[in-house]
């Protein structure tokens, strides 16, 4: 096994805390000298392969890897992707009920959370998290919604049966008291 190799995979798990030079020569029994000279091994080893995206980088006597200035655009990109944002508090509520409730429509949901929710529904059909399902056969025939194959795959689960029993969920009691009794006065509806 390459010393080289164990320093790459130390700066690899120490991920964007990085790991001093001290650090890596007490996990490996190192002399220090030695580890500084493997870094600097490393990074030029980075530096001249146009086949890697990676680089060294030292700040405050820590060692991280991190990409090279080449790749900013294609990771900002990457950032700005819907699934890299997260979700507010706002759409979780609303996914829950809707994953819980499904077929619902928007009016139903908000009745539930006691606040409109179309912001919420359109960020989570942005994300492909829920789907229109057809209309409800109501006056004005509102759009029902459910969850997706990859709701699923989000929460890494294959059957809805799958999610955790609302019963089974620790919730904070007054909250849990709102929902259920909003949750019956739409069962009797």
């Known amino acids: 096994m390459s010393k080289l190799a164990e320093i790459e995979a130390l700066l690899f798990v120490a991920g964007e805390e990085g790991i001093t030079a001290r650090q890596i020569a007490d996990l490996l029994?190192?002399?220090p000298t030695g580890?500084?000279?493997?870094?600097?091994?490393?990074?030029?080893?980075?530096?001249?392969?146009t086949d890697t995206s990676l680089c060294l980088m030292e700040t405050a006597s820590r060692y991280k890897l991190v990409t090279k200035a080449d790749y900013a655009s294609v990771l900002r990109d990457y950032s700005r992707t819907p699934m890299n944002q997260s979700l507010s508090r706002a759409a979780?509520?609303?996914?829950s009920i809707i994953a819980y409730k499904q077929p619902i429509t928007r009016v139903e949901v908000d009745d539930i959370r006691g606040v409109n929710s179309s912001g919420a529904i359109t960020k989570l059909l942005s994300f492909d998290l829920i789907r229109e399902d057809g209309k409800k056969e109501v006056l004005?025939?509102?759009?029902?919604?459910?969850?997706?194959?990859?709701?699923?795959?989000?929460?890494?689960?294959?059957?809805?049966e799958e999610l955790p029993k609302v019963e089974e969920v620790d919730i904070d009691p007054e909250e849990g008291q709102l929902f259920s009794e909003r949750t019956e006065e739409l069962d009797e509806n």
Do not use: A, C, W
């Open 140 to 160: 004005g025939r509102p759009n029902l919604y459910v969850t997706t194959e990859y709701f699923l795959d989000y929460m890494g689960i294959n059957h809805l």
């Open 35 to 49: 580890v500084v000279q493997s870094l600097e091994k490393l990074s030029k080893k980075y530096q001249e392969d």
């Open 92 to 95: 979780l509520e609303t996914l």
């Open 29 to 31: 029994s190192l002399p």
